[in-house]
């Protein structure tokens, strides 16, 4: 079934910064990267920015995943609502609960009587039932499924990062653009390291700038 949770995703993109130091950078690293495939030999190839290259393609797919999943979970909220079901407390109030796990804890409490339990949970799992079979049709269950499955594959990218040793500048700032991109997924990237990390994403674009646009072939860095 489709997991009714994947509502958490929503601040995930909302939180999102674009932000001029990532762009400039990634515009540049983009550069360098159709000019080292254009005029450049095994010589001057960076293993760290044909990797950011291959993150970049994930990461943006990923994105366009989840967009497209958050449309289709929006239009099953508005159609079919979110499963749950409610249930009047001792006291005369009525309490909505998401899922099978808290309607057993509010039941558990003073209200545990196999009628009422019995027919709670059915009505939940009629709702449910709805909820699936929307998802489904809709194209959300794979929405979803897709984008975890891409989603998956750019993290195993981004880790692949710390064991990729660049040998070009554009490598170093392909490294650091990915780690930028990526925190800023969060509400603490405001904070330490956050800053410091674009800064030195800044200052390799600075750089580069100054080399021509084109540090793949103009410096490299050895490594023994």
Known sequence: MADSDNNTTLPYVTRRRVLAATVVA?????????????????VCFDPALALWQ??????????????????????????????????????????TVHS?????????????TPALRERAE????????????AAEETGYTAAVRAEREIGDRAKDLL????????TTLAGVAGKLDAVVREGEAWEEC?????????????DLVRITKAFGGDPVRRRRIRHD
Not at 192 to 201: D, E, G, N, T, V
Request: aromatic share 8%; charged share 25%; net charge negative.
């Open 159 to 166: 880790e692949a990062f710390s064991t990729t040793p660049a």
């Open 100 to 112: 099978i796990e808290a309607l057993r804890e509010v039941l558990g409490k003073g209200l545990n």
């Open 190 to 202: 405001l904070e330490f390291p956050w800053p410091q990390i674009r800064s030195a994403l800044s």
């Open 54 to 95: 291959e993150w970049v393609r994930s990461h943006k797919e990923t994105e366009r995943l989840c967009r497209m999943q958050q449309r289709l979970e929006t239009k099953l909220v508005e159609s079919v609502g979110f499963p749950c079901v409610t249930v009047r407390l001792p006291g005369g109030e009525d309490v």
């Open 122 to 133: 059915a009505d939940f799992a009629a709702h449910q039932a709805r909820w699936d079979e």
């Open 26 to 42: 990634a515009w540049t690293l983009e550069g360098n990267a159709s000019a080292g495939g254009a005029g450049c030999t095994n």
